[in-house]
């Protein structure tokens, strides 16, 4: 990876950036081509979005690869991207080892065939150390899912009787990880589809217009510029914002 060279104050950045990577299929869709093929080229701008966010010092990146509902897609759709997924782990691992990438998989694997499972095991415990950057890999994932799971765990192994937040969230499948700040979504839809329900509840949204196989080092670097500009409140008017960090 190259150096950062980024405008960006780091002042700023955002801990936690997640993404929804909508419209491969549709940039495939638009070229004659197999949505599979969209994939694969979706699978280039998510290597660009890695190294990019790892440059400017992002502590987490959550990037929702497969959704507890895409297991309704097309048979044929469905076993090439759990093929890609393989194979994508066994091209990137050794780079993302390189360069201190923590790797975490969150959702419902044991939906997952066995061997998918096992590498997402193995290249889980093989950057357990590194500490560059968390990238969290959301497949078989729903937010509503994740805070069922959260809830039922509660209930089986916290002695607590009344949950606060900050206990529950340790539940929650991206317990451990910053809070997240900015969450962005490609291919000019604008709804967050069961993508990180509670974890989004104080994120700034951005909306782009371009389908993910194009998204590009200028758009990525526009969205931190955006969230750059905005204040945020947390529910608190801006005097009283001021006021907490001051």
């Not at 440059?55 to 097309?74: C, D, H, I, M, Y």
Request: aromatic share 8%.
């Amino acid at each position: 990876m190259a150096p950062a060279s980024s405008p960006t104050d780091t002042a700023v950045t955002p801990a936690h950036v997640a993404i929804i990577m909508d419209g491969n299929g549709r940039w495939a869709e638009a070229r004659g081509l197999s949505r599979s093929e969209g994939h694969r080229m979706g699978l280039r701008a998510t290597r660009r979005a890695v190294e990019f966010f790892a440059n400017r010092g992002v502590r987490a990146l959550t990037l929702f690869a497969f959704s507890s509902e895409n297991w309704q897609r097309p048979k044929a759709e469905v076993e090439a991207l759990l093929d890609l997924f393989v194979a994508a782990i066994e091209d990137e691992l050794p780079e993302l080892r390189e360069k201190g990438i923590r790797l975490r998989f969150i959702g419902q694997r044991e939906e997952f065939p066995g061997q998918l499972q096992q590498r997402m095991a193995d290249a889980e415990a093989s950057t357990q150390a590194n500490d560059t950057m968390t990238l969290v890999v959301a497949l078989g994932y729903g937010g509503r899912w994740d805070i069922l799971q959260a809830a039922l765990r509660w209930v089986r192994e916290s002695s607590a009787v009344n949950p606060d937040r900050d206990a529950f969230e340790g539940f929650l499948s991206t317990a451990g990880l910053p809070e997240l700040d900015l969450l962005i979504r490609t291919g000019g839809e604008q709804r967050i589809s069961n993508f990180l329900l509670w974890q989004a509840a104080y994120a700034e949204l951005c909306f782009l217009d371009v389908l993910w196989p194009d998204v590009d080092d200028a758009e990525l670097q526009g969205t931190l510029d955006c969230y750059a500009r905005r204040q945020r409140r947390f529910g608190c008017t801006a005097a009283q914002v001021d006021t907490v960090h001051a």
